[in-house]
């Protein structure tokens, strides 16, 4: 290093710009409520397609850059004429990047319950089909990034992967969200 004066003057003159960015992120706001859409893909372990997903979130602000909250999301689509609805339901943690406003990383933990249906027919005598469902531990990373559209409502977009564990004749499998979402921030 020729010069570490200037290096270190270089690399706080950096840390200033990115500080200086980070106060309106980094104030406690609070609880935000809103509600995602979008795409759901399960891997191809699961023997399912792409489909719908609804869902809602809550977080609440524990410190200037953590939040904490819970989530849940629901999908149903029909296959080969029988249906499934899958829906997870956990607790999230975030961390908000000082530098990025309104872009978060974190992690979600929680339970996927995966319900089949078969229309029940009669054959002879002897019911086949009905329904059954299993759940199962749920995990996995997530980025969301929220833009405010006005003080209190902002639209974002919300990404991540949830494995999910096997579990009686559930095989393990991964579903990769990409959601739109709108929240109100009290």
């Not at 980070?22 to 023997?47: C, E, I």
């Not at 009669?122 to 929220?146: F, M, R």
Request: hydrophobic share 40%; charged share 10%; with cysteine.
């Amino acid at each position: 290093m020729r010069n570490p004066i200037a290096f270190c003057l270089v690399m706080a003159s950096f840390a200033t710009v990115l500080t200086g960015n980070a106060r309106a992120d980094a104030t406690p706001v609070g609880l935000t409520v809103g509600g995602l859409g979008g795409l759901m893909s399960p891997s191809s372990a699961s023997g399912a397609s792409s489909r719908f997903t609804g869902g809602f979130v809550a977080d609440y602000r524990v410190a200037p850059l953590v939040d904490v909250g819970a989530v849940t999301t629901l999908s149903s689509h029909d296959e080969n004429g029988a249906g499934f609805k899958t829906v997870f339901y956990g607790v999230e943690g975030n961390y908000h990047i000082p530098s990025l406003e309104g872009l978060a990383f974190g992690a979600r933990l929680g339970f996927t319950s995966v319900t089949a249906s078969i229309p029940q027919i009669s054959i002879g005598g002897i019911s086949i089909g009905g329904e059954t469902t299993s759940t199962a531990l749920s995990y996995g990373p997530h980025v969301t990034y929220d833009y405010k559209i006005a003080s209190q409502v902002s639209v974002g977009l919300d990404a991540g992967v949830n494995f999910v564990s096997s579990k009686d004749n559930m095989q393990s499998f991964s579903m990769i969200n990409t959601l739109a979402s709108v929240k109100y921030w009290f």
